[in-house]
């Protein structure tokens, strides 16, 4: 019973990620390349319904981290770490 809820947690988890929105907001922002993918916990507001967590690289070359909130009534808000 418990890794059932354990894998009802983990599957709801994934599902509040947003790979394809988080990718263009952060290239949008000039960072590439990205790497995007798993679930930014405490990283977004209660109002965001995604938070997808990002490593990405600015042109000097330093390595940058953070997520990419979104909700359903607004764009997408790229928070670093």
Same mark, same amino acid.
């Given at each position: 019973?418990? @890794? %059932?809820? &354990?894998?009802?947690? &983990?599957?709801? %988890? /994934? $599902?509040?990620?947003? /790979?394809? $929105?988080? *990718?263009?907001?952060?290239?949008? *922002?000039? %960072? #590439?390349?990205? @790497?995007?993918?798993?679930?930014? %916990? =405490?990283? +977004?507001?209660? @109002? #965001?319904?995604?938070?997808?967590?990002? *490593?990405? !690289?600015?042109? #000097?070359?330093?390595? /940058?981290?953070?997520? /990419? +909130?979104?909700?359903? =009534? @607004?764009?997408?808000?790229? !928070? =670093?770490?």
């Amino acid at each position: 019973m418990k @890794k %059932l809820i &354990l894998m009802g947690c &983990l599957v709801i %988890l /994934v $599902g509040c990620t947003d /790979v394809k $929105g988080a *990718t263009e907001a952060i290239k949008n *922002t000039g %960072l #590439d390349p990205v @790497k995007v993918g798993g679930y930014a %916990l =405490f990283k +977004c507001s209660e @109002k #965001d319904s995604w938070a997808t967590k990002f *490593t990405a !690289r600015r042109n #000097d070359g330093a390595v /940058v981290h953070g997520a /990419v +909130c979104k909700g359903w =009534f @607004k764009g997408s808000t790229v !928070r =670093f770490n």
